[in-house]
């Protein structure tokens, strides 16, 4: 998992400033753009019902971080060390994420775990998280597609699994856990900079004929004849099919009247 983090970080422009113990801090090299995370990668396949060992799992990082509150020593002064000049230190509190990235045996005990998840990611205390579950035959199915498809990148590449609209369906009724599509969808919802590519449509389809396909067979004449400026009651009232009684046109003119007073 950590080969298809560093492709897609390196693919928005991230460099790896500090790796340890299944732990990485990128920073983006836009000068311009100051925005750091934390990938924390975990293994919890052999956790299958420790509720217990997969919150300390979870919640390891932030005592890591800072290390018993020792300015020399955790996660943070290691970072901090990695910098060059003060003002990116400075900024590094506010600007720094966490996505978690936990391994799984099976992808259906998230189900199980899901108001843990929430309770860490929801949590306040230095950094903003993003907990991304996966499993191994997951990952092996992408970078799969990865080898198969090397000449496109991997965002183009994700963009287009996740394009495919009948496993949005199975994953929507259930039928498509532990897929490589259910990992794809995850990795848009929870990498915050990642963008889905949507396809450009072979055919130049204007404005005008998308908001004709959107109206009702019955407002077409209407919007047809407002553009081309046949907008007076009486051409109006001679697109109706149906003929008005002299009484509906009288009421209508009294309607019209009343607002124009």
Do not use: H
């Amino acid at each position: 998992m950590n080969e298809i983090m560093i492709k897609i970080f390196k693919q928005y422009n991230f460099v790896k400033l500090w790796e340890e113990n299944g732990k990485m801090f990128f920073s983006n090299a836009d000068k311009s753009v100051v925005s750091y995370f934390i990938l924390n990668f975990i293994d919890c396949t052999n956790i299958l019902d420790e509720e217990k060992i997969i919150r300390e799992e979870l919640r390891k990082l932030e005592e890591d971080y800072v290390d018993g509150g020792n300015e020399k020593k955790g996660i943070r002064y290691s970072i901090m060390k990695s910098f060059d000049n003060d003002q990116d230190i400075s900024q590094l509190d506010k600007n720094t994420s966490a996505i978690y990235l936990v391994k799984f045996s099976e992808t259906n005990i998230l189900k199980k775990y899901r108001n843990l998840i929430y309770s860490i990611e929801e949590s306040p205390n230095y950094f903003k998280r993003y907990i991304l579950p996966y499993t191994e035959k997951q990952v092996n199915e992408l970078k799969q597609v990865i080898t198969n498809y090397d000449n496109k990148n991997i965002i183009e590449l994700l963009s287009d699994l996740a394009d495919e609209e009948e496993n949005y369906y199975s994953l929507m009724n259930g039928t498509n856990d532990n897929s490589v599509y259910e990992l794809v969808i995850r990795l848009f919802s929870k990498i915050p900079f990642l963008q889905y590519r949507f396809k450009a449509t072979s055919d130049d389809i204007s404005l005008e004929k998308m908001v004709k396909d959107a109206l009702d067979d019955n407002l077409i004449k209407y919007d047809e004849a407002i553009r081309e400026n046949r907008n007076k009651i009486a051409e109006l009232i001679d697109l109706e099919k149906e003929e008005f009684r002299e009484e509906e046109i009288e009421k209508i003119f009294d309607e019209i009247m009343k607002e124009v007073e």
